[in-house]
Every structure is written in C-alpha cells, then in structure tokens.
T-cell receptor, first 114, second 115 residues
Framework: SQTIHQWPATLVQPVGSPLSLECTVE??????LYWYRQAAGRGLQLLFY??????ISSEVPQNLSASRPQDRQFILSSKKLLLSDSGFYLC?????????????FGSGTRLTVV | AQSVTQPDIHITVSEGASLELRCNYS??????LFWYVQSPGQGLQLLLK??????LVQGIKGFEAEFKRSQSSFNLRKPSVHWSDAAEYFC?????????????FGQGTILTVHP
C-alpha cells in the first residue's frame, strides 16, 4: 500500500537558522509531489510541486526552496528562516498524475520560528 | 485559474442535527472537486471526490456532496452529525489536464459539535 512519511512533526527554530523538512513516499513510483503551507485561518497555500526527479516548480516567491533528489523524496529547505516562515507544512502526493484521485497527505510539520 | 470559496468560517451544530457545509468554485470547465477533513495538528484526509458521472457522491464517515454546475457549488452534507465530526473541513478544486494535479483549497470551515 502507498504511504507518505513526513518529519519532523514539530520544530522550533531561531530566526536566521537553516531548515530541512523531508517527505518520502512508499508504494508508488514517479509520483507528483507537493509542499503546502497552512497558516491559521488562511487555508492551504501551494509552495512547490514536482513531477519528477530534479523537477521543481515554485508557486510563490519566498524564502524557501525545494529539491527532489530521488523519485520518492521531496525536501523543503531554507538557508535562513524568517519569522513569517512559521506555519504548518504539509507534503502530499497525487494519486493520479492529472489530479482526479486527489491527494494523500503526510501528517505535517509544525514549524515555529522564534 | 481556479478558485474556491467556503463562505462559512465557523459552524456550530448540535449532535444529531443535519449538516451542510458550503463550497463555491470558479473554473471554466468541469473541475475535479474534493472535500477533506483535518483534525487538530494532523494532515488532511480525503472524504470524497467528484470528477465525472453521478453528481451526488458518497464518501466516508457518512458524508455526501452534490455537484451543481449551474450554481458552481459542491456542498458537503451529513444527515446526522456525531461529536467525532468536529474538525476543520476543506473544499478543493483541481483543473486536471496539464495542471500537474495541483489543487486549490478553500479557507476551511471549522465545525463545532455541541452535545
């Protein structure tokens, strides 16, 4: 069966420190992968998506970057965190490439920048 | 580009009462439509989806939703709410085709259930 793992679950980082959040998928190959950020009362904002190894598309300009070094691994990074980077980060993969099957989400990472 | 509006930020119902959560979308063609549920501090779980066929779709946990093209709506319903249904609910729309499976989510509706 397909599963998605996301870690860490909780992270408190000082302003200016680096960030690395990891997401891995099991039980499928060549998935479309997505990073979303959820701020309180603001729904989910798509940050990055990837349709293959090394292929990253950014949806919004920001302090973050993403990489996909392996087929089933998706990493969200920052060189220097800002206070505004705080939020709940969710990784997801699309059950079908065109999206008709919806997403399976990871359990999320709560990032607090202090 | 597609968009989604969930007009109700917060809804409170009594246990056993019926529920309807509203969702309106904007998209030029027939979209892919989804409802997700999120418990506090957790990821999102898919409740149901629509992309073609019967406009009334059944989902998990006793939920259903009806696609109404003329109203650009995809409202979520449940005949009798249980206390465990308290959570945040998100409607989402996808454009399919060459959109790479990207989904646009509404702002969410928080459901509170009173005993």
């Amino acid at each position: 069966s397909q599963t998605i793992h996301q870690w860490p679950a909780t992270l408190v980082q000082p302003v200016g420190s680096p960030l690395s959040l990891e997401c891995t998928v099991e039980g499928t190959s060549n998935p479309n992968l997505y990073w979303y950020r959820q701020a309180a009362g603001r729904g989910l904002q798509l940050l990055f998506y990837s349709v293959g190894i090394g292929q990253i598309s950014s949806e919004v300009p920001q302090n973050l970057s993403a990489s996909r070094p392996q087929d089933r691994q998706f990493i969200l990074s920052s060189k220097k965190l800002l206070l505004s980077d705080s939020g709940f980060y969710l990784c997801a993969w699309s059950v079908t490439p065109e999206g008709s099957g919806g997403y399976t989400f990871g359990s999320g990472t709560r990032l607090t920048v202090v | 580009a597609q968009s989604v509006t969930q007009p109700d930020i917060h809804i409170t119902v009594s246990e056993g009462a019926s529920l309807e959560l509203r969702c309106n979308y904007s998209y030029g063609a027939t979209p892919y439509l989804f409802w997700y549920v999120q418990s506090p501090g957790q990821g999102l779980q898919l409740l149901l989806k629509y992309f073609s066929g019967d406009t009334l779709v059944q989902g998990i946990k006793g939920f259903e939703a009806e696609f109404k093209r003329s109203q650009s709506s995809f409202n979520l319903r449940k005949p009798s709410v249980h206390w465990s249904d308290a959570a945040e609910y998100f409607c989402a729309v996808g454009a399919g085709g060459t959109s790479y499976g990207k989904l646009t989510f509404g702002q969410g509706t928080i459901l509170t259930v009173h005993p």
